[in-house]
């Protein structure tokens, strides 16, 4: 039977007792308001000894100690006499580091001049792909003049045939870095692969980790040790619970800046290349403290679709959106069918900061 649990900001939190997870107890520690930096290195060394993993979560108002993996869990009580803890709770969520229950407070992540997961809405857009120099600069131009505040482009594309184009790499990523010379808007770029996180991560501002790798568990955790911000894709046919794990591992070796993204599930429908799942926002808000960013473009798979479904995602909460666009769409190396021309892009925008006024959230911040 799932539990529902009411956290003390309004959040519930779903969840499932550990049998029925099989899982072990993992716990967090809550230490009291103002405990002293030694009584919260008892506490971690204590922990360390008896074998767990441990992740300090350090709030406005408390330090949180996760105490994660296997360690030894009898007497836990004996943490309550120690100096400084207020409880122990057991996190009965798969994911641990991800939830809200470990850490209450939303993440919020800085990119260059942008911030995302701050109550703000920012848009990321540009073509799929970095087709060439030329035409990279003169799109990132125009789209930053409507209005996005973070620029797009694949160098490495995951390509569903091995005989379509598959980006420029190290050029492209040389360009996005023109890009972001010229602008000022930070760049993001997927990696694909393990060997390539350093190259990516030299010249990206986030590195996207795409739908098809989302369980590449060898690149989350390289991932996990760099120190630049990640936006994991949701994998097309990943439950919530999946794909929040994939963001646990990255978490767990060691990055906390992590932000997801809802790029549209495969089901059965024919219509659309993808079903955006907007329910997986407010979803993802109630679980986790991550950001979340929609991508109505691969979601939709449909240019007509990409503004309505635009302005649906900004209802349901999201902390921005990922748009595809085009100088000239019937032309694109990829992904044409769904990009948005400059000047649908500039009318997206325009309708976004509408929808914004009516439901008073702000577009930067402030
Ligand atoms: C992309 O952003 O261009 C992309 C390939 O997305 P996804 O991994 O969601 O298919
Ligand atoms: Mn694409």
Same mark, same amino acid.
């Given at each position: ?10 959040f ?9 997870? +099989? ?6 520690i ?16 204590r ?6 993993q ?15 993996g296997? +360690? ?13 803890v207020?409880k ?5 969520q798969?994911f ?5 229950e470990?850490?209450?407070? #939303? %993440? ?21 792909a ?10 990132a ?5 409507? +209005?996005?505040?973070?620029?797009? /482009? ?12 598959? /980006? $420029? ?16 808007? #930070?760049?993001? %770029? ?16 986030? $590195? ?46 060691? &990055?906390s ?17 993808? %079903? ?18 929609v991508?109505?473009?691969h979601?939709t798979?449909?240019w007509?679709? =990409?503004?309505?479904?635009a ?16 100088? &000239? ?6 992904? +044409?069918p769904?990009?948005?021309?400059p ?6 925008v325009?309708? =976004? ?14």
């Open positions: 039977m799932p539990l529902v649990r009411f956290l003390a900001d309004g519930f939190v779903l969840s499932h007792p550990p049998e029925e997870k +099989g899982g072990k107890n993992e716990m967090i809550v230490m009291e308001r103002f405990a002293l930096s030694a009584e919260i290195e008892q506490v971690s060394e922990l360390k000894d008896r074998g767990f441990v992740h300090l979560s350090q709030g406005v108002q408390r330090t949180i100690i996760g105490a994660i296997e +360690g030894i869990q009898e007497n836990m009580d004996s943490f309550l006499v120690l100096p400084g207020e122990i709770v057991p996190i009965v798969p641990k580091l991800a939830s809200r470990f850490k209450a407070e #939303p %993440t919020i992540i800085k990119a260059g001049s942008t911030t995302i997961g701050d109550g703000s809405i920012q848009i990321i857009a540009g073509p799929c970095v087709e060439s120099r030329e035409k990279y600069l003169e799109i131009a125009l789209v930053k003049e409507s +209005g996005a505040t973070m620029l797009r /482009g694949g160098a490495f594309k995951p390509r569903t045939s091995p005989y379509s184009f598959q /980006g $420029l790499e190290q050029e492209g990523l040389e360009i996005l870095a023109e890009a972001r010379e010229l602008t000022g808007l #930070p760049v993001i %770029t997927e990696v694909m692969d393990p060997r390539m996180v350093d190259l990516v991560a030299e010249y990206a501002d986030v $590195l996207q980790v795409g739908a098809r790798n989302m369980q590449n568990y060898f690149l989350l955790r390289e991932l996990g040790r760099i120190d630049k911000p990640i936006m994991l894709k949701r994998g097309p046919s990943a439950t919530i619970e999946e794909w929040i794990m994939a963001a646990e591992y990255i978490i767990s070796s060691g &990055n800046q992590v932000i997801l993204c809802e790029r549209g599930i495969r089901t059965f429908e024919k219509y659309t290349r993808n %079903t955006l799942d907007l329910s997986a926002v407010p979803l993802i808000k109630q679980l986790t403290h991550l950001p979340i960013i991508d109505p473009s979601g798979g449909k007509k679709l =990409v503004e309505p479904m302005l649906a995602a900004i209802g349901a909460g999201c902390d921005g959106l990922m748009i595809e666009v085009h100088q &000239n769409p019937s032309e694109a190396l990829s992904d +044409g769904q990009s948005l021309t000047d649908n892009f500039r009318k997206l325009s309708k =976004v900061c509408n929808i914004q006024g009516i439901l008073n959230i702000s577009r930067d911040g402030e």
